[in-house]
């Protein structure tokens, strides 16, 4: 957790300055919000302090999935929500981001998306992981058809693995009232 303020600090991670701005204003009053312009700058700005960020995939130089890689290498405790334009595809099955969120984002969701990384962040890591892996799940029933998900093995091996999470953690996941429900309402990919 950021030590340097009482607001969570959440990074905004975006090569188009405009769409950082507007991301940053969006959220100045419930977070320690800041901004980096692109992928080199993410990488100078994210440290410790940074609870939550907020990345955009396809960027020059250094692109969002170079960037989510090096925060990882660096074991940074810190939750990465992608938030971008492109459309995932089964790549995503490998990535280790917590949340994907397909552009244009309200912000209603994009507060939710924060605070159920912050919550998860409170809890083991096998919240963290059910959260990654229903989330992967959720982005490929949106994008691809019921023949190709029933054809992947990635898929059938995130839903097993998210059914033998929610088995374990039973207990964990009682003490949010509705938690999956609100998960759920989070819309990730464009209308």
């Known amino acids: 957790m950021n030590e340097t303020s009482t607001e969570p600090r959440v990074l905004i991670v975006?090569?188009?300055?405009?769409?950082?701005?507007?991301?940053?204003?969006?959220?100045?009053?419930?977070?320690?919000a800041v901004t980096a312009y692109g992928g080199e700058e993410a990488l100078d700005a994210v440290d410790e302090t940074v609870d939550v960020v907020l990345l955009?995939?396809?960027?020059?130089?250094?692109?969002?999935?170079?960037?989510l890689s090096t925060i990882r290498d660096r074991g940074l405790d810190t939750r990465v929500i992608m938030i971008t334009a492109v459309d995932p595809d089964f790549d995503i099955v490998d990535m280790p981001f917590d949340?994907?969120?397909?552009k244009p984002v309200q912000k209603e969701d994009l507060v939710a998306a924060i605070e159920q990384q912050l919550a998860a962040?409170?809890?083991?890591?096998?919240?963290?992981?059910?959260?990654?892996?229903?989330?992967?799940?959720?982005?490929l029933e949106a994008e691809k058809t019921e023949t190709?998900?029933?054809?992947?093995?990635?898929?059938?091996?995130?839903?097993?693995r998210a059914e033998q999470l929610r088995v374990e953690m039973d207990d964990a996941l009682s003490e949010f009232d509705d938690f999956e429900a609100a998960f759920n309402e989070i819309s990730r990919h464009a209308e």
């Open 99 to 102: 949340d994907y969120l397909c």
């Open 121 to 139: 962040s409170r809890y083991d890591d096998r919240l963290t992981e059910y959260l990654e892996v229903t989330s992967k799940i959720a982005l």
């Open 56 to 67: 955009d995939r396809r960027m020059p130089q250094v692109s969002g999935d170079e960037v």
């Open 148 to 160: 190709e998900l029933d054809a992947s093995d990635e898929v059938t091996g995130l839903r097993q």
């Open 14 to 32: 975006d090569d188009e300055a405009e769409v950082a701005d507007v991301y940053a204003l969006r959220l100045r009053d419930d977070y320690d």
